[in-house]
Every structure is written in structure tokens, then in C-alpha cells.
């Protein structure tokens, strides 16, 4: 049984950086692209991008590229989204996702991310 | 990039069909999938590649897409079928994927 498990909530400063893990288990971590989605407050479904975790080719959503990093460690079966220079606009619940390039299917819980001043 | 485009708020009545659609350009080219989400949860993949409905998922849920249009269909809905539901399909430069902006279901 597949399983997602994400780190907690974090209150960051306008022009803050974050850094969110998604730790894997019960499946080959290498098999299967990392997805992230983020949700803003009363909003819909936002892909941010994804990893291939065998070779660590990532892609991103065009208006986060340069302020977002995929990155995974194959050693502990973790993947990671940093995001940098945070404004109100980013805080929302990210989600990783595990599954194919078109679509996933196991998710984690999602983690709350607030920038406030 | 491309955008694909949802009706807002649909409804159907208790045991109803409904059908649920998307429209984008992309989808001339690429299939969509459909997620459901309830209120405070992570979503649910309901079908992928077009019609594709993973296990667990009831069969009164399908999908079917032509031309650049994909629909999720209900067939005879339940009152727990009651949630937001999103497609998603590669953008046309094919290096990203784009959601739909949702579609809330009510069931009367």
C-alpha cells in the first residue's frame, strides 16, 4: 500500500522561502513521477510540477519557473518543493501526488503553507 | 499555455445522469482525467486517459472525450457523488499539465 506522508504547516514572511517534503513507502520510490498541486483558500487545482524521481528530470508550471525547485532523495524516499520568494498569492495546501506523467493517483495529506506579514 | 474551461456549478437530481465536460484545445491532442474532491479532503482520481476508472471507483462514474471536449458522466447519482470535480490534461506545449477551474455538483 502506497503512502504519502508530508511535513507540517508553515507561517512564512512575504519574500520567504519554504521548503515542503513528501516521504514515500510501501511502493518503488524510482517507479513513479512526484507531482505537486497547490490549493489557495476557496480555490481550485493549481499543478506547480513534477519529478521523475529515477533520473531527477523535473518540470515545472510556467509562472513558478525560477521561483520553484523539485528536487528527491533516492536514499530516504523523499521528495522536496522549495518555493522562494513568497507573496500572499502562495499560500494555499500543497499536495504531492504520485502516478504516471498525465495523472496520479496516491496523494498526500497536504501541507498548509501561510505567508503572512 | 492553454486553459481548459468548466461549468461552474451543475446539479442533478437523486438518481440522475449528469455529465460534467471540459473544454480545451488541448484535448484535441491529449486525453483528460477527473478527480473528485470533498469538502476538507485530498481529491480522488475517478477516471483517467479519458475513460479509463481505476479500481474502487463505481461504475456509475465514466468518462468520453471527442474533439476538444472530455465529460465525465454520472449515471444514476447518489448523494455522496456531492463534491467539486476537476479534469486535467497536458497544455499543448506538453511539458505541463493544466487543471480545469472545477466544476461543483450538487445533487437535489
Known amino acids: 500500500q502506497a503512502h504519502l506522508v508530508q511535513s507540517g504547516a508553515e507561517v512564512k514572511k512575504p519574500g520567504a522561502s519554504v521548503r515542503v517534503s513528501c516521504q514515500a513507502s510501501g511502493y518503488d520510490f524510482t517507479t513513479s513521477y512526484i507531482h505537486w498541486v497547490r490549493q489557495a483558500p476557496g480555490q481550485g487545482l493549481e499543478w506547480v510540477g513534477l519529478i521523475n524521481p529515477f533520473y531527477g528530470h523535473t518540470n515545472y508550471v510556467q509562472k513558478l519557473q525560477g521561483r520553484v525547485t523539485l528536487t528527491r532523495d533516492t536514499s530516504t524516499k523523499t521528495a522536496h518543493m522549495e518555493l522562494t520568494g513568497l507573496t500572499s498569492e502562495d499560500t494555499a495546501i500543497y499536495y504531492c501526488a504520485r502516478g504516471y506523467l498525465e495523472y496520479f493517483w496516491d496523494w498526500g495529506q497536504g501541507t498548509l503553507v501561510t505567508v503572512s506579514s | 499555455s492553454s486553459e481548459l474551461t468548466q461549468d461552474p456549478v451543475v446539479s442533478v437530481a437523486l438518481g440522475q445522469t449528469v455529465s460534467i465536460r471540459c473544454q480545451g484545445d488541448s484535448l484535441r491532442r491529449y486525453s483528460a482525467s477527473w478527480y473528485q474532491q470533498k469538502a476538507g479532503e485530498a481529491p480522488t482520481l475517478v477516471i483517467s486517459?479519458?475513460?479509463n476508472r481505476p479500481s474502487g471507483i463505481p461504475d456509475r462514474f465514466s468518462g468520453s472525450g471527442s474533439g476538444n471536449t472530455a465529460s465525465l458522466t454520472i449515471t444514476g447519482a447518489q448523494a455522496e457523488d456531492e463534491a467539486d470535480y476537476y479534469c486535467?490534461?497536458?497544455?499543448?506545449?506538453?511539458?505541463?499539465?493544466?487543471f480545469g477551474g472545477g466544476t461543483k455538483l450538487t445533487v437535489l
Open positions: 486517459s479519458k475513460d
Open positions: 486535467i490534461a497536458r497544455d499543448n506545449s506538453a511539458d505541463q499539465l493544466i
